[in-house]
Protein backbone atom coordinates (compact mmCIF):
# COMPACT_ATOMS: atom_id res chain seq x y z
CA UNK A 1 0.00 0.00 0.00
CA UNK A 2 1.47 3.47 -1.19
CA UNK A 3 0.48 6.29 1.64
CA UNK A 4 0.83 10.02 1.01
CA UNK A 5 1.58 11.40 4.12
CA UNK A 6 1.08 15.67 4.08
CA UNK A 7 3.07 17.08 6.86
CA UNK A 8 1.59 19.89 8.38
CA UNK A 9 3.50 23.45 9.50
CA UNK A 10 4.00 22.39 13.12
CA UNK A 11 5.85 19.41 12.15
CA UNK A 12 8.39 21.53 10.98
CA UNK A 13 7.78 24.85 12.97
CA UNK A 14 6.01 24.97 16.64
CA UNK A 15 4.10 27.66 18.10
CA UNK A 16 6.21 30.63 19.12
CA UNK A 17 9.69 29.19 16.83
CA UNK A 18 11.35 31.17 14.34
CA UNK A 19 12.40 27.73 12.28
CA UNK A 20 15.82 27.71 13.02
CA UNK A 21 17.18 24.04 11.57
CA UNK A 22 17.65 23.20 15.31
CA UNK A 23 14.05 24.13 16.17
CA UNK A 24 12.72 22.22 12.64
CA UNK A 25 14.99 18.98 12.90
CA UNK A 26 13.53 18.29 16.41
CA UNK A 27 10.09 18.81 15.29
CA UNK A 28 10.77 16.39 12.76
CA UNK A 29 12.04 14.04 14.75
CA UNK A 30 8.52 14.13 16.77
CA UNK A 31 6.65 13.87 14.15
CA UNK A 32 9.23 10.67 12.47
CA UNK A 33 8.50 9.03 15.69
CA UNK A 34 4.35 9.86 15.40
CA UNK A 35 4.77 8.18 12.20
CA UNK A 36 6.61 4.96 12.92
CA UNK A 37 3.55 2.75 12.85
CA UNK A 38 3.24 4.11 9.26
CA UNK A 39 6.66 3.64 8.45
CA UNK A 40 7.79 0.29 9.76
CA UNK A 41 4.41 -1.12 8.51
CA UNK A 42 6.42 -1.68 5.26
CA UNK A 43 4.16 0.20 3.86
CA UNK A 44 5.63 2.83 0.39
CA UNK A 45 5.23 6.40 1.55
CA UNK A 46 5.73 9.89 0.08
CA UNK A 47 6.28 12.71 2.48
CA UNK A 48 4.70 16.40 1.36
CA UNK A 49 4.86 19.37 3.54
CA UNK A 50 4.20 22.80 3.31
CA UNK A 51 6.68 26.12 3.26
CA UNK A 52 4.87 28.72 4.27
CA UNK A 53 7.13 30.39 6.87
CA UNK A 54 10.49 28.87 4.99
CA UNK A 55 9.46 30.76 1.96
CA UNK A 56 8.38 33.99 3.81
CA UNK A 57 11.70 33.71 5.58
CA UNK A 58 13.96 33.23 2.59
CA UNK A 59 11.70 36.06 0.61
CA UNK A 60 13.03 38.27 3.93
CA UNK A 61 16.95 37.07 3.05
CA UNK A 62 16.75 37.32 -0.89
CA UNK A 63 15.03 41.32 -0.09
CA UNK A 64 17.79 42.20 2.80
CA UNK A 65 20.73 41.34 0.34
CA UNK A 66 19.21 42.70 -2.21
CA UNK A 67 22.26 45.26 -3.06
CA UNK A 68 24.72 42.61 -2.54
CA UNK A 69 23.27 39.38 -4.07
CA UNK A 70 20.44 38.80 -6.51
CA UNK A 71 17.16 38.50 -5.96
CA UNK A 72 15.54 35.20 -7.12
CA UNK A 73 11.78 34.92 -8.33
CA UNK A 74 9.63 33.18 -6.25
CA UNK A 75 9.69 29.95 -8.10
CA UNK A 76 13.07 29.30 -7.50
CA UNK A 77 12.81 30.61 -3.62
CA UNK A 78 10.26 27.79 -3.26
CA UNK A 79 12.40 24.90 -4.52
CA UNK A 80 14.91 26.61 -2.43
CA UNK A 81 12.62 25.59 0.92
CA UNK A 82 12.45 21.99 -0.60
CA UNK A 83 15.97 21.21 -0.35
CA UNK A 84 16.02 22.91 2.93
CA UNK A 85 13.11 20.81 4.03
CA UNK A 86 13.95 17.81 2.05
CA UNK A 87 17.43 18.02 4.10
CA UNK A 88 15.93 18.26 6.81
CA UNK A 89 13.88 15.32 6.49
CA UNK A 90 16.27 13.16 5.39
CA UNK A 91 18.27 13.97 8.90
CA UNK A 92 15.02 13.25 10.75
CA UNK A 93 13.91 9.87 9.24
CA UNK A 94 15.27 6.31 8.65
CA UNK A 95 16.46 5.66 5.42
CA UNK A 96 16.12 5.10 2.35
CA UNK A 97 15.01 8.65 1.71
CA UNK A 98 15.21 10.92 -1.43
CA UNK A 99 13.72 14.32 -2.25
CA UNK A 100 13.21 15.04 -5.59
CA UNK A 101 12.48 18.56 -6.55
CA UNK A 102 8.88 18.95 -7.64
CA UNK A 103 7.50 21.01 -10.09
CA UNK A 104 3.63 21.33 -10.81
CA UNK A 105 2.16 22.01 -14.13
CA UNK A 106 -0.46 24.98 -13.59
CA UNK A 107 -2.42 26.76 -16.07
CA UNK A 108 -1.01 30.35 -17.05
CA UNK A 109 -4.60 31.23 -17.91
CA UNK A 110 -6.05 30.29 -14.85
CA UNK A 111 -8.48 32.42 -12.88
CA UNK A 112 -6.28 32.84 -9.67
CA UNK A 113 -3.87 35.06 -11.94
CA UNK A 114 -5.91 37.62 -12.49
CA UNK A 115 -6.92 38.22 -8.80
CA UNK A 116 -3.29 37.33 -6.99
CA UNK A 117 -4.79 36.38 -3.15
CA UNK A 118 -2.12 34.46 -1.14
CA UNK A 119 0.28 37.04 1.37
CA UNK A 120 3.54 36.08 0.82
CA UNK A 121 7.30 37.57 1.86
CA UNK A 122 8.45 40.39 4.40
CA UNK A 123 5.96 43.18 5.40
CA UNK A 124 6.55 46.57 3.71
CA UNK A 125 5.91 50.43 3.93
CA UNK A 126 3.37 51.98 1.77
CA UNK A 127 6.05 53.40 0.09
CA UNK A 128 8.50 50.72 -0.74
CA UNK A 129 5.51 48.58 -1.72
CA UNK A 130 4.02 50.83 -4.27
CA UNK A 131 7.55 50.95 -5.49
CA UNK A 132 8.00 47.52 -5.88
CA UNK A 133 4.53 47.51 -7.13
CA UNK A 134 5.61 49.51 -10.22
CA UNK A 135 8.95 48.38 -10.53
CA UNK A 136 8.41 44.41 -10.52
CA UNK A 137 4.85 43.98 -11.77
CA UNK A 138 4.29 43.13 -8.23
CA UNK A 139 0.28 43.39 -6.40
CA UNK A 140 0.33 44.65 -2.64
CA UNK A 141 -2.02 44.89 -0.49
CA UNK A 142 -2.50 46.38 3.25
CA UNK A 143 -2.55 43.90 5.75
CA UNK A 144 -4.39 44.94 8.61
CA UNK A 145 -1.73 47.18 10.72
CA UNK A 146 1.08 45.30 10.06
CA UNK A 147 2.04 47.23 6.56
CA UNK A 148 1.70 45.99 3.47
CA UNK A 149 2.57 42.79 1.49
CA UNK A 150 3.21 41.04 -1.81
CA UNK A 151 0.07 39.04 -2.62
CA UNK A 152 0.41 36.06 -5.24
CA UNK A 153 -1.61 33.91 -6.94
CA UNK A 154 -2.53 30.38 -5.72
CA UNK A 155 -3.32 28.44 -9.05
CA UNK A 156 -4.80 24.89 -9.09
CA UNK A 157 -2.62 22.02 -9.75
CA UNK A 158 -2.87 20.50 -13.16
CA UNK A 159 -0.24 17.73 -13.17
CA UNK A 160 2.88 16.70 -11.10
CA UNK A 161 6.43 16.73 -13.60
CA UNK A 162 8.62 14.54 -11.97
CA UNK A 163 5.64 11.93 -11.61
CA UNK A 164 7.53 9.30 -13.69
CA UNK A 165 10.16 9.82 -11.10
CA UNK A 166 8.48 9.88 -7.73
CA UNK A 167 6.78 6.87 -8.79
CA UNK A 168 9.83 5.08 -9.59
CA UNK A 169 11.68 5.58 -6.10
CA UNK A 170 8.62 5.08 -4.19
CA UNK A 171 8.52 1.34 -5.74
CA UNK A 172 11.30 0.38 -4.99
CA UNK A 173 10.68 0.87 -1.26
CA UNK A 174 12.62 4.34 -0.60
CA UNK A 175 10.34 7.09 0.99
CA UNK A 176 10.33 10.01 -1.25
CA UNK A 177 9.90 13.38 0.10
CA UNK A 178 7.65 15.63 -3.00
CA UNK A 179 5.73 18.50 -3.89
CA UNK A 180 7.19 20.60 -1.46
CA UNK A 181 5.10 23.50 -0.93
CA UNK A 182 2.98 22.59 -3.30
CA UNK A 183 5.38 22.36 -5.91
CA UNK A 184 7.48 24.59 -7.98
CA UNK A 185 4.89 26.36 -9.94
CA UNK A 186 5.48 25.86 -13.85
CA UNK A 187 3.90 25.96 -17.13
CA UNK A 188 4.63 24.24 -20.75
CA UNK A 189 6.97 26.59 -23.12
CA UNK A 190 8.35 25.80 -25.92
CA UNK A 191 9.60 22.03 -25.04
CA UNK A 192 10.62 22.98 -22.07
CA UNK A 193 9.19 24.78 -18.45
CA UNK A 194 8.53 28.06 -17.33
CA UNK A 195 8.63 28.84 -13.70
CA UNK A 196 5.76 31.21 -12.73
CA UNK A 197 5.54 33.31 -9.74
CA UNK A 198 2.89 31.67 -7.87
CA UNK A 199 2.13 29.20 -4.90
CA UNK A 200 0.06 26.18 -5.05
CA UNK A 201 -1.96 24.99 -1.84
CA UNK A 202 0.35 21.88 -0.49
CA UNK A 203 -2.81 19.71 0.23
CA UNK A 204 -4.18 20.04 -2.96
CA UNK A 205 -0.76 19.62 -4.46
CA UNK A 206 -0.64 16.21 -2.31
CA UNK A 207 -3.98 15.20 -3.07
CA UNK A 208 -3.11 15.41 -6.89
CA UNK A 209 0.29 13.23 -6.33
CA UNK A 210 -1.53 10.83 -4.57
CA UNK A 211 -4.27 10.72 -7.25
CA UNK A 212 -1.45 10.30 -9.93
CA UNK A 213 0.51 8.04 -8.57
CA UNK A 214 -2.35 6.67 -7.68
CA UNK A 215 -1.84 6.16 -3.92
CA UNK A 216 -4.20 3.85 -1.75
CA UNK A 217 -4.25 6.70 1.04
CA UNK A 218 -3.97 10.31 2.06
CA UNK A 219 -2.98 11.23 5.13
CA UNK A 220 -3.42 14.81 6.41
CA UNK A 221 -1.27 15.76 9.16
CA UNK A 222 -2.46 19.31 11.28
CA UNK A 223 -2.48 20.75 14.32
CA UNK A 224 -5.71 18.96 15.48
CA UNK A 225 -6.78 15.76 15.88
CA UNK A 226 -9.92 15.61 13.72
CA UNK A 227 -12.22 17.46 11.44
CA UNK A 228 -15.22 19.46 14.02
CA UNK A 229 -17.97 20.58 13.36
CA UNK A 230 -20.09 22.87 14.77
CA UNK A 231 -16.84 24.41 15.87
CA UNK A 232 -16.76 26.81 19.11
CA UNK A 233 -20.32 25.75 19.49
CA UNK A 234 -22.19 23.60 22.74
CA UNK A 235 -22.39 21.12 19.58
CA UNK A 236 -18.69 20.99 19.24
CA UNK A 237 -18.31 17.48 17.44
CA UNK A 238 -15.01 15.41 16.14
CA UNK A 239 -15.90 13.80 12.79
CA UNK A 240 -15.10 10.25 13.07
CA UNK A 241 -16.20 8.78 9.83
CA UNK A 242 -17.81 10.65 6.76
CA UNK A 243 -18.87 9.64 3.06
CA UNK A 244 -17.29 11.44 0.56
CA UNK A 245 -20.80 12.83 -0.24
CA UNK A 246 -20.90 14.36 3.25
CA UNK A 247 -17.41 15.51 3.12
CA UNK A 248 -18.17 18.20 0.03
CA UNK A 249 -21.45 19.03 2.46
CA UNK A 250 -19.43 19.74 5.19
CA UNK A 251 -17.26 22.56 2.73
CA UNK A 252 -19.23 24.82 3.67
CA UNK A 253 -19.11 25.25 7.27
CA UNK A 254 -15.30 24.94 7.64
CA UNK A 255 -12.86 27.75 8.07
CA UNK A 256 -11.69 28.59 4.70
CA UNK A 257 -8.02 28.61 4.27
CA UNK A 258 -8.06 26.83 7.43
CA UNK A 259 -9.93 22.91 7.38
CA UNK A 260 -11.88 23.55 4.13
CA UNK A 261 -8.91 22.99 1.63
CA UNK A 262 -7.82 20.14 3.61
CA UNK A 263 -11.01 18.30 3.51
CA UNK A 264 -11.71 19.29 -0.05
CA UNK A 265 -8.18 18.05 -1.10
CA UNK A 266 -9.25 14.89 0.92
CA UNK A 267 -12.65 14.32 -0.99
CA UNK A 268 -11.07 15.28 -4.23
CA UNK A 269 -8.81 12.08 -3.89
CA UNK A 270 -11.34 9.87 -2.61
CA UNK A 271 -13.58 11.04 -5.17
CA UNK A 272 -11.27 10.16 -8.08
CA UNK A 273 -9.48 7.20 -6.76
CA UNK A 274 -11.70 4.97 -4.35
CA UNK A 275 -9.15 5.43 -1.87
CA UNK A 276 -9.44 6.48 1.97
CA UNK A 277 -8.25 10.04 3.26
CA UNK A 278 -7.41 10.22 6.81
CA UNK A 279 -7.18 14.33 8.61
CA UNK A 280 -5.53 14.20 12.02
CA UNK A 281 -2.79 15.22 14.14
CA UNK A 282 0.69 13.37 14.67
CA UNK A 283 -0.38 13.13 18.41
CA UNK A 284 -3.72 11.29 17.81
CA UNK A 285 -2.07 9.61 14.49
CA UNK A 286 -1.69 6.40 16.27
CA UNK A 287 -5.05 6.15 17.83
CA UNK A 288 -6.69 7.43 14.09
CA UNK A 289 -4.97 4.46 12.24
CA UNK A 290 -7.40 2.27 14.56
CA UNK A 291 -10.46 4.34 14.41
CA UNK A 292 -10.39 5.43 17.72
CA UNK A 293 -9.48 9.37 16.20
CA UNK A 294 -9.00 11.75 13.09
CA UNK A 295 -11.56 12.07 10.48
CA UNK A 296 -11.67 9.13 7.74
CA UNK A 297 -12.92 9.78 4.22
CA UNK A 298 -14.15 7.24 2.13
CA UNK A 299 -16.02 6.03 -0.73
CA UNK B 1 26.45 4.34 -22.01
CA UNK B 2 26.27 6.07 -19.06
CA UNK B 3 27.95 9.69 -19.24
CA UNK B 4 28.78 12.04 -16.01
CA UNK B 5 28.60 15.54 -16.85
CA UNK B 6 30.04 18.16 -14.36
CA UNK B 7 29.10 21.14 -15.21
CA UNK B 8 32.02 24.30 -15.17
CA UNK B 9 30.83 27.33 -12.48
CA UNK B 10 30.90 29.23 -16.59
CA UNK B 11 27.92 26.72 -17.27
CA UNK B 12 25.31 28.93 -14.71
CA UNK B 13 27.09 32.28 -14.36
CA UNK B 14 29.57 34.05 -17.18
CA UNK B 15 32.52 36.89 -16.54
CA UNK B 16 31.05 39.71 -14.91
CA UNK B 17 27.72 38.22 -14.17
CA UNK B 18 25.92 38.42 -10.92
CA UNK B 19 24.19 35.41 -10.88
CA UNK B 20 20.63 36.34 -11.32
CA UNK B 21 18.09 33.85 -12.51
CA UNK B 22 17.71 34.93 -15.93
CA UNK B 23 21.92 34.97 -16.45
CA UNK B 24 21.89 31.63 -15.51
CA UNK B 25 19.01 30.33 -17.52
CA UNK B 26 20.20 31.96 -20.81
CA UNK B 27 23.97 30.12 -20.35
CA UNK B 28 22.61 27.13 -19.00
CA UNK B 29 20.69 27.09 -22.86
CA UNK B 30 23.31 27.25 -24.28
CA UNK B 31 25.14 24.45 -22.53
CA UNK B 32 22.07 22.33 -23.16
CA UNK B 33 22.61 23.50 -26.88
CA UNK B 34 26.58 22.05 -26.36
CA UNK B 35 25.44 19.08 -24.89
CA UNK B 36 22.96 17.81 -27.44
CA UNK B 37 25.21 15.80 -29.43
CA UNK B 38 25.56 13.85 -25.75
CA UNK B 39 22.24 14.34 -24.67
CA UNK B 40 20.50 12.90 -27.68
CA UNK B 41 23.01 10.38 -28.67
CA UNK B 42 20.62 8.04 -26.63
CA UNK B 43 23.14 7.95 -24.06
CA UNK B 44 22.47 8.10 -20.40
CA UNK B 45 22.93 11.41 -18.28
CA UNK B 46 23.38 12.74 -14.80
CA UNK B 47 24.30 16.08 -14.93
CA UNK B 48 26.44 17.66 -11.59
CA UNK B 49 27.52 21.01 -10.84
CA UNK B 50 29.38 23.57 -8.85
CA UNK B 51 27.35 26.05 -6.65
CA UNK B 52 30.54 28.51 -5.64
CA UNK B 53 28.84 32.07 -6.48
CA UNK B 54 25.46 30.61 -5.62
CA UNK B 55 26.45 29.44 -2.42
CA UNK B 56 28.34 32.83 -1.74
CA UNK B 57 25.17 34.87 -2.71
CA UNK B 58 22.84 32.45 -0.09
CA UNK B 59 25.25 33.38 2.87
CA UNK B 60 25.24 36.96 2.05
CA UNK B 61 21.18 36.21 2.20
CA UNK B 62 21.38 35.27 5.25
CA UNK B 63 24.00 37.33 6.99
CA UNK B 64 22.24 40.37 6.12
CA UNK B 65 18.54 39.15 7.27
CA UNK B 66 19.65 37.21 10.37
CA UNK B 67 18.05 39.69 12.41
CA UNK B 68 14.55 39.00 10.73
CA UNK B 69 14.93 35.61 9.49
CA UNK B 70 16.74 32.38 11.15
CA UNK B 71 20.24 32.24 9.36
CA UNK B 72 20.64 28.42 8.58
CA UNK B 73 23.56 26.76 8.44
CA UNK B 74 26.25 25.77 5.42
CA UNK B 75 25.13 22.03 4.91
CA UNK B 76 21.44 23.21 4.52
CA UNK B 77 22.57 26.44 2.33
CA UNK B 78 24.52 24.01 -0.23
CA UNK B 79 21.16 22.00 -0.15
CA UNK B 80 19.60 25.19 -1.08
CA UNK B 81 21.82 25.91 -4.39
CA UNK B 82 21.20 22.27 -5.29
CA UNK B 83 17.07 23.31 -5.70
CA UNK B 84 17.86 26.77 -7.17
CA UNK B 85 20.70 25.04 -9.55
CA UNK B 86 18.08 21.90 -10.13
CA UNK B 87 15.20 24.00 -11.19
CA UNK B 88 16.84 26.43 -13.47
CA UNK B 89 18.85 23.19 -15.13
CA UNK B 90 14.91 21.90 -15.57
CA UNK B 91 13.78 25.13 -17.58
CA UNK B 92 17.43 24.52 -19.75
CA UNK B 93 17.26 21.14 -20.62
CA UNK B 94 14.68 18.94 -22.56
CA UNK B 95 12.60 16.61 -20.32
CA UNK B 96 12.40 13.75 -18.25
CA UNK B 97 14.79 15.50 -15.85
CA UNK B 98 15.18 14.95 -12.76
CA UNK B 99 17.00 16.82 -9.77
CA UNK B 100 17.87 14.24 -6.45
CA UNK B 101 18.69 16.33 -3.39
CA UNK B 102 22.19 14.69 -2.50
CA UNK B 103 23.87 14.25 0.40
CA UNK B 104 27.74 12.86 0.40
CA UNK B 105 29.34 11.05 3.00
CA UNK B 106 32.65 12.67 4.81
CA UNK B 107 34.50 11.36 7.89
CA UNK B 108 33.90 13.47 10.81
CA UNK B 109 37.62 12.55 11.33
CA UNK B 110 39.19 13.70 8.22
CA UNK B 111 42.04 15.54 8.37
CA UNK B 112 40.51 18.68 6.63
CA UNK B 113 38.31 19.50 9.65
CA UNK B 114 41.80 20.38 11.46
CA UNK B 115 42.89 22.42 8.86
CA UNK B 116 39.71 24.66 6.95
CA UNK B 117 41.15 26.31 3.79
CA UNK B 118 37.93 27.09 1.71
CA UNK B 119 37.11 31.32 1.53
CA UNK B 120 33.37 31.37 1.89
CA UNK B 121 30.75 33.73 1.78
CA UNK B 122 30.49 37.45 2.49
CA UNK B 123 34.10 39.57 3.36
CA UNK B 124 33.51 41.00 7.22
CA UNK B 125 35.71 43.65 9.18
CA UNK B 126 38.14 42.31 11.54
CA UNK B 127 35.70 43.00 14.42
CA UNK B 128 32.79 41.09 12.89
CA UNK B 129 34.83 38.64 11.77
CA UNK B 130 36.16 37.67 15.34
CA UNK B 131 32.86 37.78 16.84
CA UNK B 132 31.84 35.14 14.65
CA UNK B 133 34.86 33.03 15.27
CA UNK B 134 33.75 33.70 19.47
CA UNK B 135 30.03 33.28 19.01
CA UNK B 136 29.55 30.71 16.57
CA UNK B 137 33.29 28.69 16.15
CA UNK B 138 33.72 29.77 12.49
CA UNK B 139 37.26 29.69 11.23
CA UNK B 140 38.23 32.82 9.75
CA UNK B 141 41.10 34.25 7.53
CA UNK B 142 42.21 37.64 6.30
CA UNK B 143 41.65 37.90 2.80
CA UNK B 144 43.79 40.19 0.89
CA UNK B 145 42.97 43.44 0.94
CA UNK B 146 39.37 42.33 0.64
CA UNK B 147 38.78 42.07 4.43
CA UNK B 148 38.07 38.94 6.20
CA UNK B 149 35.91 35.56 4.99
CA UNK B 150 35.02 32.30 6.74
CA UNK B 151 36.69 29.60 6.04
CA UNK B 152 35.64 25.63 5.82
CA UNK B 153 37.05 21.95 5.58
CA UNK B 154 37.00 20.16 2.24
CA UNK B 155 36.70 16.86 3.20
CA UNK B 156 37.07 13.56 0.81
CA UNK B 157 34.25 12.76 -0.50
CA UNK B 158 33.01 8.87 0.57
CA UNK B 159 30.00 7.66 -0.77
CA UNK B 160 26.49 9.32 -2.31
CA UNK B 161 23.86 8.53 0.24
CA UNK B 162 21.31 8.89 -2.63
CA UNK B 163 23.01 6.51 -5.44
CA UNK B 164 20.63 3.85 -5.88
CA UNK B 165 17.72 5.90 -6.19
CA UNK B 166 19.86 8.16 -8.88
CA UNK B 167 21.07 4.98 -10.69
CA UNK B 168 17.17 3.80 -10.57
CA UNK B 169 15.82 7.19 -12.31
CA UNK B 170 18.80 7.07 -14.96
CA UNK B 171 18.70 3.53 -15.78
CA UNK B 172 15.41 4.20 -16.73
CA UNK B 173 16.10 7.14 -19.00
CA UNK B 174 15.95 10.39 -17.17
CA UNK B 175 18.16 12.75 -16.91
CA UNK B 176 19.49 12.88 -13.52
CA UNK B 177 21.00 16.51 -11.76
CA UNK B 178 23.05 14.71 -8.85
CA UNK B 179 25.62 16.10 -6.21
CA UNK B 180 25.41 19.91 -7.01
CA UNK B 181 27.93 21.93 -5.24
CA UNK B 182 29.67 18.57 -4.69
CA UNK B 183 26.51 17.59 -2.21
CA UNK B 184 25.33 18.32 1.16
CA UNK B 185 28.49 17.19 3.58
CA UNK B 186 26.96 14.26 5.99
CA UNK B 187 28.25 11.86 8.28
CA UNK B 188 26.13 8.83 9.76
CA UNK B 189 25.20 8.93 13.30
CA UNK B 190 23.05 6.47 15.16
CA UNK B 191 20.95 5.66 12.36
CA UNK B 192 20.21 9.31 10.80
CA UNK B 193 22.63 12.00 9.06
CA UNK B 194 23.86 14.47 10.65
CA UNK B 195 24.42 17.32 8.45
CA UNK B 196 28.37 19.07 8.48
CA UNK B 197 29.45 22.70 7.70
CA UNK B 198 32.24 21.89 4.96
CA UNK B 199 32.28 22.10 1.41
CA UNK B 200 33.51 19.23 -0.89
CA UNK B 201 35.25 19.37 -4.58
CA UNK B 202 32.26 19.05 -7.01
CA UNK B 203 34.40 17.67 -9.54
CA UNK B 204 35.93 14.88 -6.49
CA UNK B 205 32.53 14.13 -5.65
CA UNK B 206 31.18 13.95 -9.25
CA UNK B 207 34.04 11.00 -10.05
CA UNK B 208 33.15 9.43 -6.70
CA UNK B 209 29.67 9.19 -8.47
CA UNK B 210 30.57 8.12 -11.96
CA UNK B 211 32.74 5.70 -10.11
CA UNK B 212 30.18 4.46 -8.15
CA UNK B 213 27.04 4.38 -10.49
CA UNK B 214 29.20 3.07 -12.27
CA UNK B 215 29.27 5.26 -15.37
CA UNK B 216 31.36 4.66 -18.68
CA UNK B 217 32.40 8.48 -19.08
CA UNK B 218 32.84 11.39 -17.05
CA UNK B 219 33.06 14.70 -18.96
CA UNK B 220 34.05 17.71 -17.48
CA UNK B 221 33.10 21.20 -18.63
CA UNK B 222 35.26 24.16 -17.81
CA UNK B 223 36.18 27.26 -19.39
CA UNK B 224 39.41 26.20 -21.59
CA UNK B 225 39.08 23.21 -24.69
CA UNK B 226 41.77 21.25 -23.08
CA UNK B 227 44.32 20.52 -20.23
CA UNK B 228 47.63 22.54 -21.08
CA UNK B 229 51.25 21.58 -20.45
CA UNK B 230 53.54 24.51 -19.94
CA UNK B 231 51.08 26.84 -19.41
CA UNK B 232 52.08 30.68 -20.00
CA UNK B 233 55.41 29.39 -22.07
CA UNK B 234 56.79 29.18 -25.32
CA UNK B 235 56.27 25.30 -25.04
CA UNK B 236 52.65 25.73 -24.52
CA UNK B 237 50.73 22.95 -25.82
CA UNK B 238 47.23 21.35 -25.58
CA UNK B 239 47.02 17.69 -24.46
CA UNK B 240 44.75 15.53 -26.58
CA UNK B 241 44.85 12.22 -24.96
CA UNK B 242 46.78 11.03 -21.66
CA UNK B 243 47.20 7.48 -20.04
CA UNK B 244 46.12 7.70 -16.28
CA UNK B 245 49.54 7.37 -15.34
CA UNK B 246 50.38 10.33 -17.70
CA UNK B 247 47.74 12.17 -15.87
CA UNK B 248 48.88 10.96 -12.72
CA UNK B 249 52.19 12.10 -13.49
CA UNK B 250 51.06 15.89 -15.21
CA UNK B 251 49.36 17.22 -11.53
CA UNK B 252 52.61 18.27 -9.92
CA UNK B 253 52.96 20.92 -13.10
CA UNK B 254 49.34 21.60 -12.74
CA UNK B 255 47.70 24.72 -11.33
CA UNK B 256 46.03 23.72 -7.69
CA UNK B 257 42.86 25.12 -7.34
CA UNK B 258 42.39 25.00 -10.85
CA UNK B 259 43.20 21.87 -13.43
CA UNK B 260 44.63 20.15 -11.12
CA UNK B 261 41.54 18.56 -8.84
CA UNK B 262 39.95 18.06 -12.18
CA UNK B 263 42.73 15.57 -13.76
CA UNK B 264 43.21 14.37 -10.38
CA UNK B 265 39.58 13.52 -10.34
CA UNK B 266 39.39 12.36 -13.96
CA UNK B 267 42.42 10.11 -13.21
CA UNK B 268 40.97 8.51 -10.13
CA UNK B 269 37.49 7.72 -12.38
CA UNK B 270 39.32 6.22 -15.18
CA UNK B 271 41.70 4.58 -12.34
CA UNK B 272 38.34 3.00 -10.35
CA UNK B 273 36.90 1.99 -13.19
CA UNK B 274 38.57 1.76 -16.61
CA UNK B 275 36.01 3.87 -18.17
CA UNK B 276 37.21 7.12 -19.87
CA UNK B 277 37.29 10.79 -18.84
CA UNK B 278 37.17 13.93 -20.86
CA UNK B 279 38.06 17.63 -19.97
CA UNK B 280 37.16 20.28 -22.29
CA UNK B 281 34.87 23.44 -22.69
CA UNK B 282 31.06 23.85 -23.82
CA UNK B 283 32.33 25.25 -26.92
CA UNK B 284 34.85 22.83 -27.70
CA UNK B 285 32.62 19.43 -26.71
CA UNK B 286 31.48 18.34 -30.19
CA UNK B 287 35.02 18.38 -31.43
CA UNK B 288 36.36 16.74 -28.13
CA UNK B 289 33.36 13.74 -28.91
CA UNK B 290 35.64 13.06 -32.19
CA UNK B 291 38.96 13.70 -30.34
CA UNK B 292 39.71 16.58 -32.26
CA UNK B 293 39.84 19.07 -29.36
CA UNK B 294 39.79 18.35 -25.63
CA UNK B 295 41.93 15.85 -23.32
CA UNK B 296 41.12 12.66 -23.13
CA UNK B 297 42.06 9.88 -20.24
CA UNK B 298 42.00 6.56 -20.47
CA UNK B 299 43.94 3.61 -19.40
Known amino acids: MTTVVALGGNALIGPGERGTAAEQLANLRETAKALAPV ?4 ERIVLTHGNGPQVGNELIRQERASK ?92 IVEL ?70 PEQEELRELTVDEAEELLAELAEGSMRPKVQAAAAFVRATGGEAVITSAEALGEALEGRAGTRIHT
Chains 1, 2 share one sequence.
Open 39 to 42: LLGG
Open 68 to 159: EAPQLPLWLAVAQTQAEIGALIEAAFAPPVACVLTHVRVDPEDAAFERPTKPIGPFYTEERARELERDRGWAVVQDAGRGWRRVVPSPAPLG
Open 164 to 233: ESIRALVERGTTVVACGGGGIPVADEAGALRGIDAVIDKDRASALLATQLPAERLLILTAVPAVLRGFGT
